[in-house]
């Protein structure tokens, strides 16, 4: 701690000097972004001794390394690959940037490690459609502890970091697995190699950016209805939107039992909207003027829960929400989210709250990764 922090402020002092401008941000503490005097901007983010930079021009990156390398000694590295990502950056025919995300080189690494559990078909879908599992399944100590041996819990963490990565569409499915991460079944197992093999058949996936895309963040968040045996608890997820590809997908089981669908929804958006709340203070800190002050649009598929974010309704359905939640409320009120209605059929969040077929996967995954635009309201597609 103490290293890290004489290390920052080593930073800001070699950059708060001869007109230029340095601020850590407090959403992202590793994170600086600096002006020179020209107003050029750089952000550079911080990981121990690796510095991964971005700028407006190469002039102002070359004065940033000059710098940092007359305190600290440091040399240029291959941009390409950050944390087992493949970062691919091109221009199109119109004059468009292009930033792509891959994880080809990781996900043949874990086909090496487990190559003795690869399914011999093809996989069209993370898991099998309707797939969950529950702690509360009953199974024999003998069949949890052999499912362990196998390397249960290393699998679920490299495909979780996989998931992460640029592989949105399986973090539902390994939420779910991650629910008996302490006692896995083998059914758990014969779905963790499913994604597994769905991965290794599906390498060269990627998420794509452009400078063409939507400069303004976009949410969709949904929940589902179905509650885990073990709490009563259901699952949520949300993805947001930036520059046409996913910068946010979050899949996990709400903190409280829903007593509606519409409470399991208005829960979710909560949490939708403290990420979004996140997401534009970041942005702000960046000094990324760009991005604008209208409120984030989120899409969510419940009337009832979206109408609850802008009214003071209280009925016998949802007087028992408890107060955090109402949070909602607040994020409108503020400008940070606006709340708007979208057909389940088009919730991109759809796969992030449960096992879907592989035409739910074809429909919506493709507006999530960057390869087309997300299918709106009709009311909407001219504000995007």
């Known amino acids: ?31 600086f972004a600096i002006r020179d005097l020209q107003g050029k901007r750089v952000w550079v983010l ?4 690796d510095c991964d930079c971005v700028g407006e021009g190469d002039e102002v990156l070359n ?5 940092v390398n007359a305190k600290w000694a440091s040399k240029i590295v291959d941009p390409s690959f950050v944390l087992g990502m493949k970062r691919t950056v091109s221009r199109t025919a119109s004059g468009a940037v292009e930033v792509e995300l891959s994880m080809t080189a990781f996900v043949e690494s874990l086909e090496e490690s487990f190559k003795e559990f690869v399914i011999g078909k093809t996989i069209s879908t993370p898991v099998t459609p309707g797939f969950t599992t529950s702690i509360a399944e009953k199974s024999a100590e003998e069949e949890n502890k052999a499912v362990l041996s196998r390397g249960y819990q290393r699998l679920f963490g490299s495909m979780l970091w996989a998931a992460r990565g640029c592989f949105p569409e399986c973090l539902n499915g390994c939420s779910v697995l991650g629910r008996v991460m302490s006692k896995p079944t083998e059914n758990a197992w014969t779905e963790a190699c499913h994604m597994l093999t769905y991965m290794i058949q ?25 509650a885990d045996p073990a709490d009563s608890k259901c699952q949520y997820g949300y993805t947001h939107l930036s520059m046409g590809g996913s910068v946010i997908a979050v899949s996990k089981k709400l903190s409280h039992v829903g007593l509606s669908a519409a409470h399991n929804e208005y829960m979710a958006v909560h949490w939708a909207n403290r990420h979004t709340a996140w997401l534009r203070d970041l942005l702000a800190e960046m000094e990324i003027d760009e991005i604008g002050q209208e409120p984030t649009v989120t899409y969510a598929d419940n009337r009832a829960a979206n109408l609850l974010c802008e009214e ?40 992030l709250t449960k096992a879907v077929s592989q035409q739910v996967i074809e429909r919506l995954l493709p507006a999530m990764i960057g390869q087309r635009a997300p299918t709106l309201p009709p009311t909407e597609k001219a504000h995007h």
């Open 1 to 31: 701690r103490s290293w890290e922090k004489e290390r920052n402020e080593k930073i800001m002092e070699m950059f708060n000097t001869d007109g230029w401008t340095c601020k850590r941000c407090i959403k992202e503490p590793c994170m």
């Open 46 to 49: 911080v990981w121990t001794d």
């Open 63 to 67: 004065e940033v390394f000059k710098r």
């Open 202 to 226: 599906h390498k060269t996936n990627s998420i794509k950016y452009s400078s063409e895309g939507n400069m303004m963040p976009i949410a969709f968040v949904d929940a589902s209805n179905k």
């Open 312 to 351: 003071d309704i209280i009925t016998c359905g949802n007087q028992f929400m408890q107060v955090p939640y109402h949070y909602n409320k607040e994020a409108v009120e503020m400008g940070i989210a606006v709340m708007r209605y979208i057909q389940s059929a088009d919730n991109l969040a759809d796969i």
